[in-house]
């Protein structure tokens, strides 16, 4: 066996080893020309889970979704305290610009002077034991439609006690719809 088949051999048994869960590096034998070593195998440790707050609640949204200029976002609340909470009616919502400023839009409860694709389930009390979630849609449209004002873009969503970044394009409308709290799927 040449020395290059050796290495070969090594570096396979090294691959497989490394595949095995077997910790720690595996050095390959001496080369006239080089040395290698084989890569330490990484494990991904898993993520931490989240902390609750001092409010007891969390606020997390997922990625806007778009098409055709509206885009439709959903805003989850987490009880992840142990006291039994609501919510009621509509969310009290503000967007920040960059600098932090309040941007002087319109809120349109039921988000119907956007569209009527989206569902609005009405003003009602969501009771949110502990562990349980409440959501409500975020709904706009990025038109511009003239010169007269310039095109609002909102970078922080202001909830209750709860900042959460996004990019809220809103172009010229300055209209942020939102739907009523509704209850989150059970987890």
Not at 54 to 71: D, F, K, Q, V, Y
Not at 72 to 87: A, F, I, P
Not at 89 to 118: C, H, K, N, S
Request: with cysteine; charged share 15%; proline share 10%.
């Amino acid at each position: 066996m040449t020395v290059m088949s050796a290495v070969r051999a090594f570096s396979l048994l090294a691959l497989c080893l490394a595949g095995c869960g077997v910790d720690g590096p595996v050095a390959a034998p001496a080369s006239p020309h080089h040395a290698t070593t084989a890569p330490r195998p990484t494990l991904s440790s898993p993520s931490p889970s989240l902390s609750c707050p001092g409010s007891g609640t969390s606020l997390t949204a997922e990625e806007p979704n778009a098409a055709m200029g509206l885009r439709v976002q959903t805003v989850t609340l987490t009880n992840c305290g142990d006291k039994v909470r609501s919510v009621h009616g509509y969310p009290r919502v503000r967007l920040l610009d960059e600098a932090g400023e309040p941007l002087d839009i319109e809120i349109d409860r039921g988000a119907r002077q956007i569209t009527t694709a989206v569902r609005d389930p009405g003003s009602r009390t969501v009771t949110l034991r502990p562990g349980r979630s409440a959501r409500f849609a975020l709904v706009w449209r990025n038109t511009y439609g003239g010169t007269n004002h310039p095109p609002a873009l909102g970078t922080t969503l202001v909830v209750g006690g709860h900042r959460i970044p996004g990019h809220f394009d809103l172009g010229s409308t300055g209209l942020l719809g939102i739907t009523a709290w509704g209850p989150a799927s059970s987890p």
